[in-house]
C-alpha cells in the first residue's frame, strides 16, 4: 500500500486565519479551503482553477493511516526521479493538524511549473493538496498568499458531504456515513473505529454508476461485481437471485468468504437497483456470527434509500 500511495502523490505531482464556514469544498470532496485570489471552483477536477493563467489546486482526500506512508515515502530522491527538483521542505501545520509543505519546480514541455504540495493529517483523515502554475505566471500567486491560503485547509465530515450524493439515506438503522468517494458513493459503519474492515466492524457501500444491464445479463454483471471485492479470500457465493427493491427490478447476490488478513468468517451481501440508464450497487460486509443481527438493519438501509 505505501509504494501505492507514493506513486499516487508522484503522479499527482507530475500531473499538475480564513473561517471554516469561508472555505469553499469542491463538489463531492471532504477537502476545503478559501482559494488564492482569482481562482475558482474547478469543473473538471476536484479543486481550483484559474485557466487564464494556467494554475491549478488539485485537492485529495484519503484515509488516516496515509499520512505516516506518504510523508515516509515521499522524499526529495523519489521526486527526482520525476524530474521534479525540491525547493524547500518544512513542517506545517493548519490548525490542530500536522503537515508538511514541499515546493518544487518540474520542467514541463518547454517551460518550467512551480509546484506546492501541502500533506495534511489527522485522526480522521488526511489531505494532499497540490498547487501548480507555470513559472512565467508565478508572480500573480506570490508563496505568503499561497501558503496563506493553504492554512484555511478544513475538514468536513461525511455526514456533511450526504448532501452531495445523488440519493438520500432516509434509515441508517443505527450506522453512521464514515466517508464518502467523489461524489457518487458513501460508506456506512456501526462502530467506535473509522475503519471498514469487515471482522472488526460492519460496513455498508452504497454508489450509483452509469448504465444498467440487460434482463439476461444481469446475474453475470451482480456475479462480476462481487468478484471485485477486496480484503477477503475463498469467497463462496451462497445465492443469487433476482428481486424487486422499490418497484424497480434488481438483484441480490449472498456470500460466504474469509478476511483476507485474519482468516475471519466473513458474510457479504450485495444488492443492484437497476433504472433504465443507471444503477445503484449496495453492498454489506459483517463477520459472519454478527450477520443474523445485522441483516434486518441492513435491510433497512437498503430499503430507506431514495433516489433524489
Known amino acids: 500500500m505505501r509504494q501505492g500511495l507514493v506513486a499516487l502523490v508522484i503522479l499527482v505531482w507530475s500531473a499538475f486565519g480564513a473561517l ?14 478559501e482559494p488564492p485570489a482569482g481562482m475558482e ?37 523519489a521526486l527526482a526521479a520525476k524530474g521534479i527538483t525540491v525547493q524547500s521542505r518544512r ?23 512551480k509546484k506546492w504540495v501541502l500533506l495534511v493529517g ?25 501558503e496563506a ?6 475538514f468536513r465530515s461525511a455526514e456533511d458531504q450526504l448532501a452531495d450524493l445523488p440519493f438520500a439515506i432516509t434509515d441508517f438503522a443505527g450506522f453512521r456515513a464514515l466517508r464518502t468517494l467523489g461524489a457518487t458513493s458513501v460508506i456506512l459503519t456501526q462502530g467506535p473505529k473509522n475503519t471498514f474492515d469487515g471482522d472488526e466492524q460492519p460496513y455498508f457501500v452504497i454508489s450509483v454508476g452509469a448504465g444498467a444491464p440487460r434482463d ?23 445465492r443469487a437471485e433476482p428481486l424487486r427493491i422499490h418497484n424497480r427490478l ?35 460486509v459483517t463477520r459472519a456470527d454478527q ?18
Open 91 to 113: 513542517d506545517f501545520p493548519v490548525g490542530t493538524s500536522k503537515g508538511v509543505l514541499v515546493t518544487g519546480i518540474q520542467s514541463a514541455g518547454a517551460g518550467q511549473v
Open 149 to 154: 491560503a493553504f492554512k484555511t485547509l478544513r
Open 250 to 284: 434488481g438483484y441480490e447476490v449472498m456470500a460466504n468468504a474469509l478476511d483476507a488478513k485474519t482468516g475471519t468468517p466473513l458474510k457479504v451481501v450485495q444488492w443492484f437497483s437497476f433504472g433504465p440508464t443507471a444503477h445503484m450497487r449496495m453492498v454489506a
Open 291 to 308: 450477520f443474523p443481527e445485522l441483516y434486518p438493519k441492513l435491510r433497512a438501509i437498503r430499503d430507506g434509500i431514495e433516489s433524489r
Open 41 to 77: 471552483p474547478s469543473t473538471n477536477f476536484a479543486g481550483f482553477e484559474n485557466k487564464q493563467k494556467g494554475a491549478s489546486i488539485l485537492v485529495v482526500d484519503m484515509p488516516p493511516d496515509a499520512f505516516p506512508q506518504l510523508e515516509a515515502g515521499f522524499t526529495d530522491q
Open 20 to 33: 471554516a464556514e469561508q472555505a469553499v469544498f469542491p463538489r463531492g470532496s471532504s477537502i476545503g479551503m
Open 216 to 238: 439476461d445479463e444481469r446475474r453475470q454483471f451482480a456475479l462480476r461485481s462481487l468478484s471485485t471485492l477486496s480484503g477477503m479470500k475463498e469467497l463462496r457465493v451462497e
Open 122 to 146: 489527522n485522526e480522521t483523515a488526511t489531505a494532499l493538496v497540490t498547487m501548480q502554475v507555470p513559472e512565467a505566471e508565478a508572480a500573480a500567486f506570490p508563496d505568503a498568499a499561497v
